[in-house]
Structures are given as structure tokens and as C-alpha cells.
């Protein structure tokens, strides 16, 4: 199924599905046109912008500041004008290996997104509370042993991927609100209670969205679009058809 038959599905969607709200990640490219890009900016998307360079147009910025939270990728170090878009929910977003962390705190403006790889070690975390981010994204590369849980669940905003077909839920310490990602939607029980963000690709079933968003309560999701002007255009239907289903969209429609 295509982004545009899904949305258009969802949209005729029954009657009685309805959402107590929506969240979702949505990554683009700067070089995505900007009436695209400000139709994907909404309070119910996270922004993750992928740069290649540290300057951003200005009529970007402004676009991100429309979106309910946006990351912009950066390359440190960065000057003063590199620093400038990022105000109120706009914050840089950074690649963890190789940096130098006490200089990145130095100048990061409180709003920082971090890539990290491999396992989650006690280096790692003593990396990042020097960071202090409000969301890292850990790529694993398998399940995570029990101590690498117990380190991770010190951070706010972690999100896990790569992390496998085959989850060994015994290791995960209760309370645990480490989100997974998943790249298909699945049962409750295939991710040890963990709240969950899954990613859509364009064959995913209408049937999937719904298990995704109805059957687990702190589900969100995550699209990318990269700089391809027909698929934000299909994801901007996507938000308008979720978007409806919640008790604001169906205010808005009476």
C-alpha cells in the first residue's frame, strides 16, 4: 500500500476509531521544499531535520519553531550564527562518536539529541550526563545485556533500535521507559511492556497503524521523507487522517 492509498484509507476510516492523541516523528531533509516541509510542521510531530551543513535558512527556522519539537543535525563545533535557530523547542542534534562532550556542553543550548552506537557501557554514561540530552537514539546491535537497562534507564528520551528479533524480557528492569523502536508494529508481549515508536513503511497496512496507535498505549510513530516532495505530501495527509481521529481533529470537524 502506498503513502497516499493509506492515507487516503485512513481518512474513510470507521467511524468509531478514535485517539486519545498522536505523536510523530517525522525526519526530513533541509532540501525539502518549504511549503512541503511547513505542512509537516505541526504540534504533534517531532521534527528530526538532517543537514549538510551547520548554516540554516532562516525561513527554515521559522518553519521548525511551528512543529511541537524539532532536532536540526549539527557538526561540532559550531559558532555563534550556527546557534542562532535554536530557541524555545528547537534544539541541535549531534553524532556521539568522536565527540568532545565538555565542549559540546559548553555551548549546547539545553535541547540536545545525541546518536550513540553499541553498547551501553559506563563510559557512555558518563559521557552523556555530562551531555545532559533530552533524547539520545542508541542503536544496539542486538538485546541489551541487564546492566546496559539499568544505565540507560537514567537518561530521559532514549529511544532503542537495531536491538533485534528475539527479546529477553528477564533483563529488563521493572519501570523501565526506554522506547523501542520497531520497524513493524507487534504484540504487546514481543517488547517486554516497553512503550513503543514505530517506524511506517509505505507497504504498512491500515490494519497495522491501528494496532500500533489502539493496542499500545504509549505508541508513537516515526516517517521519514528525506527530501522527496511526494511522499511528505502523502505523510501530510497521513497527519491530517491521525490528526482527525483525535478528540481535537473532531472537535475541529463539528
Known amino acids: 500500500m502506498t503513502w497516499v492509498a493509506l492515507a487516503l484509507v485512513l481518512a474513510a476510516g470507521p467511524a468509531d476509531w478514535a485517539l486519545p492523541g498522536v505523536r510523530v516523528h517525522v525526519e526530513a531533509s533541509e532540501e525539502l521544499d518549504p511549503d512541503r516541509l511547513r505542512a509537516l510542521a505541526r504540534p504533534e510531530v517531532v521534527l528530526w531535520l538532517r543537514t549538510r551543513s551547520n548554516g540554516l535558512r532562516r525561513s527554515t527556522a521559522e518553519t521548525l519553531r511551528l512543529a511541537g519539537s524539532a532536532f536540526v543535525q549539527v557538526r561540532p563545533p559550531l559558532g555563534a550564527p550556527a546557534l542562532a535557530p535554536f530557541v524555545g523547542r528547537v534544539g541541535p542534534w549531534v553524532e556521539g562518536r568522536g565527540l568532545d562532550v565538555s565542549r559540546v556542553r559548553r555551548w549546547s543550548p539545553g535541547r540536545l539529541a545525541v546518536d550513540v552506537e553499541g553498547q551501553f557501557t559506563d563510559e557512555l554514561a558518563a559521557r552523556l550526563r555530562v551531555l545532559r540530552p533530552v533524547a539520545v537514539r542508541w542503536r544496539r546491535g542486538g538485546w541489551p545485556a541487564r546492566e546496559e537497562w539499568v544505565r540507560a ?28 523502536r520497531l520497524e513493524r508494529p507487534r504484540g504487546v508481549d514481543e517488547v517486554c511492556g516497553l512503550p513503543v515508536r514505530v517506524r511506517l513503511a509505505p507497504e504498512t497496512s491500515l490494519a497495522e497503524v491501528q494496532q500500533a496507535l489502539l493496542g499500545h498505549a504509549d505508541a508513537d510513530l516515526e516517517v521519514e521523507v528525506g527530501e522527496d516532495a511526494g511522499r511528505a505530501a502523502s505523510v501530510a495527509r497521513l497527519l491530517d487522517a491521525l490528526e482527525a481521529a483525535t478528540p481535537q481533529g473532531r472537535s475541529g470537524a463539528r
Do not use: I, M, N, Y
Open 153 to 180: 534507564r537514567q537518561f530521559s528520551g532514549v529511544e532503542l533500535s537495531g536491538a533485534g528479533e528475539v527479546a529477553d524480557c528477564g533483563v529488563v528492569p521493572a519501570k523501565t521507559r526506554v522506547r523501542v
